[in-house]
């Protein structure tokens, strides 16, 4: 089985300020969907494992299809509120290994459209 580990922030504030930020819920969603559809499986770790807060702000351009994993129940557990504590390591049946940071996700669509060509 194919799978994808995600890292997640556990970071509310931004450091030394009481200005939020955390995860950008539009560019997570649109990921794991596009992961889903390749009949991939995902698991979420974080630094500190536990809660990860949503940026504020991304709610601002959330739509349908991003609401719709938001409500997912186990995105809810697994993603959000119950993410795994674990030191980066790769594991045999993980094939792929993402960091969700904002910009990251440059590219990664067609590196999916590739890797389901060549396999």
């Given at each position: 089985?194919?799978?994808?580990?995600?890292v997640e922030?556990n970071?509310q504030?931004?450091q030394?300020?009481?200005e939020?930020?955390?995860?950008?819920?539009?560019?997570?969603?649109?990921?794991i969907?596009?992961?889903q559809?390749a009949g991939?499986?995902?698991d979420?770790?974080?630094?500190?494992?536990?809660?990860v807060p949503?940026?504020?702000?991304?709610m601002?351009y959330?739509?349908?299809s991003?609401m719709?994993?938001?409500h997912?129940?186990?995105?809810?557990?697994?993603?959000?509120?119950?993410?795994?504590?674990?030191k980066?390591?790769?594991r045999?049946?993980?094939?792929?290994?993402?960091?969700?940071?904002?910009?990251?996700?440059?590219g990664?669509?067609?590196?999916?459209?590739?890797y389901?060509?060549?396999?």
């Open positions: 089985m194919k799978k994808v580990l995600i922030t970071i504030n931004y030394g300020t009481d939020p930020t955390g995860l950008w819920l539009g560019e997570s969603t649109e990921f969907e596009e992961i559809k991939i499986k995902v979420y770790v974080s630094p500190k494992g536990g809660f949503i940026d504020p702000r991304s601002k959330v739509n349908k991003i719709s994993l938001y997912d129940k186990e995105f809810i557990l697994n993603g959000l509120a119950n993410t795994k504590k674990q980066i390591s790769f045999q049946n993980t094939w792929l290994f993402i960091i969700l940071v904002v910009m990251v996700l440059c990664i669509f067609q590196t999916i459209k590739n389901k060509k060549l396999h």
